[in-house]
C-alpha cells in the first residue's frame, strides 16, 4: 500500500496543477461549485437514507417542484443541506474560523423545518449508534467534549497536513456524536469546510462507497487509526481536482495512482476485452459494462454498482448459472470492486438476490417445458 505521506503528496501536486490556473473565471468557477453542490446533496443525504435520486435532487433544488411519492422531510433535507452548502462556502471564502457557534449553525441548517426544538441544539440524552462499535459520550459531558474538539483543531491539528486534519476533524466529531441527529451530514460538512479553507476542492463521499466510509470511520473511533479514512478523503479530493482540471484546460488528466485498488482498476479496464471470448457470467459482465461504457463515453463515468446488479441478475435469472460463480467473476472482474469492501457487498447482494433469481429462471424453464 502506497504510504500515507507519499499519497497526500501526489494529492497536492495535482493540486498545484489546479493553482496554476487560479483565480478561475467567475462562470467556470460557479458552474463547478453548483455541479459538486448538486452531486454533494445527493450523495450525503444518499448515506443517511434518502431515496430522491440525483435527477430528483436536482429538479427539487433548481425547480421548486415537489417529487410524488416522497416524504416532505426528504425534500427538506435536500433543501437543507444545499442551503448549509452555500453558508460553509462563505465561511470558507471569509477564512472564518471553525468553532461551536459556527458548527451548531451548520446543525441548524441542516435540520431546519425537519426537527426545529432540536436543530443547532446539544442533545439531552445519552445514545447509541446502531452497528457501531463505540459509545458516544454522556451527554453531561459534551460541553467538555466539543470544547477539547475545538483545542485540538487549534493546536495539535495545526501540525497534519489539510486533509489529515479534515478528515480527523469529521472522524472526532461522530464519535462524539453532540447532536440528536443530523451528525453524519454535519461531519460530512465541517470535513469540507476545513478542505475549503485550504484550499482545496471539496470531497464528496459517494453512496455507492458507504459501507467503506462506515468501515472506515468505525477504525477511526474504536482503534485512533486515522489513515484508512484520511485516504478514503485524499481519493475524493483527487477525484475533484480532476473534475476541475479537466472543466479549465478541456482535456482530462491523467487519473492520480493512489493505492492498490487504483492499480487493479486500470489493470480490470485494460482486461475488459478478453472477457468477451470467455463464457458464462464473464461474458455476460462484459457486453454489460460495454454498453455502459458506450452509453456514458468513458469507464470512469460507468455506475459499475449497476452494471454488476445487471450482470447478476441476467446471468442467475436468465441463464441459470450459480450464484457463487457469478460472483467470483464478478470480484475479480470489475473495476467498481476493486477493495475488499465493494466485494463484501457484492456477494452479500448476490446472496440476497439469489432465491428469487433462482425461482424466476426455474419458472421460465419449466415454461419453456425444460427440465428445471
Not at 5 to 17: F, G, H, M, N, S
Not at 77 to 106: C, P
Not at 223 to 230: G, N, W
Not at 325 to 344: I, N
Amino acid at each position: 500500500m502506497l504510504d500515507l505521506t507519499e499519497l497526500l503528496r501526489r494529492v497536492d501536486q495535482r493540486k498545484a496543477e489546479l493553482d496554476v490556473h487560479r483565480p478561475l473565471p467567475p462562470l467556470t468557477a460557479a458552474s463547478l461549485r453548483e455541479k459538486l453542490a448538486l452531486d454533494w446533496t445527493y450523495n450525503s443525504n444518499a448515506i443517511e437514507g434518502n431515496t430522491l435520486t440525483l435527477r430528483e435532487t436536482k429538479v427539487v433544488l433548481e425547480d421548486g417542484i415537489t417529487i410524488g411519492k416522497k416524504s416532505l422531510r426528504e425534500h427538506f433535507e435536500a433543501i437543507n443541506h444545499h442551503d448549509a452548502i452555500h453558508f460553509v462556502d462563505e465561511l470558507a471564502s471569509k477564512v472564518e474560523e471553525i468553532n461551536e457557534w459556527n458548527i451548531k449553525n451548520i446543525h441548524h441548517l441542516v435540520l431546519k423545518n425537519i426537527d426545529d426544538p432540536i436543530a443547532g441544539v446539544y442533545r439531552t440524552a445519552n445514545v447509541l449508534i446502531t452497528g457501531a462499535g463505540f459509545i458516544p459520550p454522556d451527554h453531561l459531558h459534551l460541553r467538555d467534549e466539543m470544547a477539547g474538539l475545538i483545542d485540538w483543531y487549534k493546536s495539535d491539528a495545526q501540525k497534519l497536513h489539510p486533509i489529515d486534519r479534515a478528515a480527523q476533524l469529521h472522524t472526532r466529531f461522530v464519535e462524539i456524536h453532540p447532536f440528536k441527529d443530523g451528525n453524519g451530514r454535519t461531519a460530512r460538512l465541517l470535513l469540507n469546510l476545513e478542505l475549503m479553507r485550504e484550499g482545496y476542492p471539496v470531497a464528496i463521499i459517494l453512496r455507492e462507497d458507504r459501507l467503506e466510509y462506515f468501515d472506515a470511520l468505525e477504525k477511526s473511533c474504536v482503534d485512533r487509526d486515522y489513515d484508512d479514512f484520511t485516504r478514503m478523503v485524499a481519493r475524493c479530493v483527487a477525484r475533484s481536482l480532476d473534475l476541475y482540471l479537466e472543466v479549465v484546460t478541456g482535456k482530462k488528466p491523467e487519473p492520480l495512482k493512489l493505492d492498490d485498488s487504483d492499480e487493479q482498476y486500470l489493470s480490470r479496464i485494460s482486461n475488459l476485452s478478453n472477457l468477451e471470448r470467455g463464457g458464462g457470467a464473464a461474458f455476460t459482465f462484459w457486453r454489460h459494462a460495454s454498453q455502459a461504457m458506450k452509453a456514458v463515453g468513458a469507464p470512469e463515468k460507468v455506475d459499475w454498482p449497476a452494471v454488476e446488479i445487471g450482470a447478476m441478475t441476467e446471468s442467475i435469472g436468465e441463464h441459470g448459472q450459480a450464484p457463487e460463480s457469478v460472483a467470483d467473476v464478478l470480484c475479480k472482474h470489475s473495476p467498481g470492486a476493486t477493495t475488499s469492501t465493494r466485494q463484501a457487498e457484492i456477494r452479500a447482494t448476490i446472496k440476497r438476490l439469489a432465491p428469487e433469481l433462482q425461482a424466476q429462471y426455474a419458472k421460465a424453464r419449466g415454461e419453456r417445458g425444460c427440465e428445471p
